[in-house]
Nanobody
Framework: QVQLVESGGGLVQPGGSLRLSCVAS????????MAWYRQAPGKERERVAT???????FYADFVQGRFTISRDNTLNTVYLQMNNLKPEDTAVYYC??????????WGQGTQVTVSS
């Protein structure tokens, strides 16, 4: 069974940094592109960043230059380094394979709150 466990969120001031982690199991992690998504209250879930199976990253325009996605296939883990955080980055962050359909169930996510 697929399991996705996100962690690393928290409360941070504008301009601060956080590093999110997502440990995946139940599928061949190294074979799939992975992505981070986020969902703010009252909004649709949106994709933030994607990393290919061998590497190669792509970012949404609204995080370009501030966020970095990486992966460790030996640990079945994908990371999201978030710098220069803004209040509009406040959301629950999720990871999943970049596939259609996404793996189910989604993890519980990790809450990121950017506020002074």
């Amino acid at each position: 069974q697929v399991q996705l466990v996100e962690s690393g969120g928290g409360l941070v001031q504008p301009g601060g940094s956080l590093r999110l982690s997502c440990v995946a199991s139940g599928f061949s992690f190294s074979s799939y592109p992975m992505a981070w998504y986020r969902q703010a209250p009252g909004k649709e879930r949106e994709r933030v960043a994607t990393i290919g199976a061998p590497g190669g990253a792509f970012y949404a325009d609204f995080v370009q230059g501030r966020f970095t996605i990486s992966r460790d296939n030996t640990l079945n883990t994908v990371y999201l380094q978030m710098n220069n955080l803004k209040p509009e980055d406040t959301a629950v962050y999720y990871c999943n394979a970049r596939r259609v359909p996404s793996f189910e169930p989604w993890g519980q996510g990790t809450q990121v709150t950017v506020s002074s």
